[in-house]
């Protein structure tokens, strides 16, 4: 036990000198994510609100031959730009999310009580020009029912003939599953700083102290090697722990930034949900710490275990990337697998439905079990000859 | 008393040692001597239990090594090929790092430092972060390192290598201090003059076997050369790998 502190606390201040290690496991795994999540956020829920709530501008063509339409549509916020000569090389190159055309004959038709036609261009597959285009067929559909109305009436005939189903529209989601949509990249986030939190520092304790050859003499000493191994991943794991600590506080305050009540959503990101977050994570602090420790051992050298570890960083994101495409729906099962608990539970604290306490003690026996057993293949790969000795 | 009973260790094809016995008395200075690639730095891995021998057995001090290895790693004190300090720690805490790893608690902690630290005219580099230390300056750092937990049986493995003069003698002043406490000291090298100067036995390395084991006049008697360089030439078949 006391050769297993001894380890521990001398990595632990060795590398608290290293500032590599200290940057990456304190710094930039913890303020990276809030950062860029932040900002990402800020950007598309001002265009949203803008776009959903202010004036609509949209180029029209021909406004002369309906001055009664546009003028409905300026009731409802078009404010009608002048015309342009070429509306479909517009909306390609983006200079107008949409363009309104009224041909020459609507004014003809529209006379002989026959169905009026205006056109919407647009280009779907341009991002973010949606929400216009849909609010500009929303404001032409509501001005055709009123207009259809006042005929009926005018014939003497009730409008509700015209509209035999009526929809009413009841949508369950609450401020706080409706933000919790919003955030389903957070749980990544999380782990990501678990997994570069501890990184750097699983690559130094022992591929990189191979290569520096002081693991021959380490091993000389009267310390069976897995209490070193466990003093090391201890080491490991508290570097991981205060990444992911930082990760969750940096996300709390994050959240003060964002302006996600505008758009009727809520979320709660106190220190509940940061204790409730780290409690879930815990296992894979272990689990990484001894991936990553078991990986560094393979490799011959810093630089391959640093090249081997950048590739395995997609395995936390897997989960992530799977419910981004294929949303399904969560079960008890998942929280027996080792990241995908950990995704589907943050992802239900998040949207504000709580996780149940045998649910997070499933995730936390499977994902500590799994450390386990990979620890003991660790532990043999670290009393192999080949590993203390650099070529 | 370090002793060797027929060691084999093979990498593949290769035989690296190939029937290797000896016996390092207490009070001693035993040279392991041979070319470079001879066998000297398996042999000695396997004496301090970092290799296991394919075949042949390590006592020390009656300890079998395969048996108990953590107790023969408690009464060696080992200086490897590899001397690998910490070069974000000072080599007062490269010292009483190893210190702790054997348990010793805070106080004779730091008196066995203070007297290595001495013995060793180390004390102007103690509290230096070792990166940029000399060789010479890493060499002591790593021997009072390997040496405070006092042990009775001390393993250098070429500690000399890449010293200037000053530093070597140092170092001969220092061993041979070590054998009047009445340790016993078994060190590699492939330096004739040095191992001739120092030590009271030679065992003689080539190609993985011993070719000799003697004292150093009794290897001239033996070889019937006045001059050592020309009795280990003739032992060794070949004047590949020695340094004068």
């Known amino acids: ?391 | 008393m370090i002793e060797v009973k027929d060691l084999h260790k093979a990498f593949g094809k290769v035989k690296a040692v190939d029937g290797v016995s000896f016996a390092a008395r207490d009070g001693e200075i035993t040279g392991l001597l041979g070319p470079n690639g001879a066998g000297k730095t398996t042999t000695l891995r396997m004496l301090y239990t970092l290799m296991k021998p394919d075949s042949g057995q390590v006592l020390v001090d009656g300890i079998d090594a395969a048996v108990d290895p953590i107790a023969v790693r408690r009464r060696l004190g080992v200086l490897p090929d590899a001397r690998g300090l910490y070069k974000r720690l000072s080599a007062r805490e490269n010292i009483d790092y190893f210190a702790r790893l054997h348990g010793i608690e805070t106080r004779l902690m730091h008196q066995r430092r203070e007297k290595l630290v001495d013995a060793l005219e180390m004390r102007d580099i103690l509290d230096r972060r070792t990166e940029g230390f000399s060789q010479g300056q890493r060499v002591k750092t790593a021997i009072a390192r390997a040496l405070v937990h006092d042990p009775k049986n001390v393993i250098l493995d070429e500690p000399t290598n890449g010293l200037d003069v000053m530093a070597t003698r140092g170092l001969r002043t220092f061993m041979r201090n070590l054998k009047a406490e009445g340790r016993c000291v078994l060190f590699s090298s492939h330096i004739m003059q040095e191992v001739a100067m120092l030590c009271d036995r030679i065992v003689v390395i080539a190609n993985g076997r011993v070719v000799a084991d003697e004292t150093p006049d009794a290897l001239r008697a033996q070889t019937g050369e006045a001059n050592l360089e020309d009795a280990f030439v003739k032992l060794i078949g070949s004047e590949e790998g020695l340094a004068a």
């Open chain 1, 1 to 391: 036990m006391k050769s297993m502190v001894t380890v521990f606390l001398k990595e632990v201040r060795e590398n608290l000198r290293d500032k590599r290690t200290v940057f990456s496991a304190l710094v930039y795994g913890p303020l990276m994510g809030p950062i860029i999540f932040v900002a990402l956020m800020n950007t598309v829920i001002s265009r949203e609100m803008t776009k959903a709530e202010g004036p609509l501008e949209v180029p029209v063509i021909g406004a002369q031959y309906a001055p009664n339409l546009i003028d409905g549509l300026k009731q409802q916020g078009l404010v009608p730009q002048p015309p342009i000569a070429d509306p479909d090389k517009a909306v390609r190159e983006r200079d107008a999310d949409v363009v309104l055309r009224i041909p020459a004959d609507y004014a003809r038709a529209w006379t002989k009580g026959e169905p009026a036609q205006v056109e919407l261009i647009y280009d779907s597959s341009q991002m973010g020009t949606g929400t216009s285009r849909s609010r500009l067929e929303n404001m032409l559909k509501h001005y055709g029912s009123q207009q259809g109305a006042l005929r009926l009436l005018a014939r003497g005939l009730s409008p509700g003939i015209a509209a035999p189903v009526v929809v009413s529209e009841r949508d369950q989601s609450t401020p706080q599953s409706r933000a919790g949509q919003l955030f389903s990249i957070l749980p990544y986030f999380f782990v990501l700083a678990i997994y570069v939190g501890s990184m750097y520092l699983a690559i130094d304790l022992t591929a990189g102290e191979r290569e520096r050859q002081s693991l021959e003499p380490l091993f000389a000493n009267p310390v069976a090697r897995w209490r070193i191994l466990l003093g090391k991943l201890g080491a490991i794991g508290v570097y991981a722990l205060a990444s992911l600590v930082l990760t969750a506080v940096a996300f709390s305050v994050a959240g003060h930034f964002l302006p996600a009540e505008k758009l009727g959503m809520s979320f709660d990101l106190g220190a509940g949900f940061i204790g409730r977050v780290i409690l879930l994570e815990l296992p894979l602090i272990a689990l990484f710490a001894v991936l990553e420790t078991l990986v560094a051992a393979f490799a011959k050298s810093y630089r391959e275990a640093q090249t081997y570890l950048s590739l395995l960083l997609i395995v936390p994101a897997l989960p992530s990337i799977i419910m981004a495409f294929m949303p399904i729906k969560p079960a008890t099962w998942m929280y027996a697998v080792p990241l995908l608990g950990q995704q589907v539970g943050v992802s239900d604290m998040l949207r504000g439905v709580p996780v149940s306490v045998g649910n997070i003690g499933l995730a936390l026996v499977c994902g500590f079990a799994a450390a386990f057993v990979l620890g003991l293949v660790t532990a043999v790969v670290y009393r192999s000859e080949k590993l203390a000795i650099s070529a």
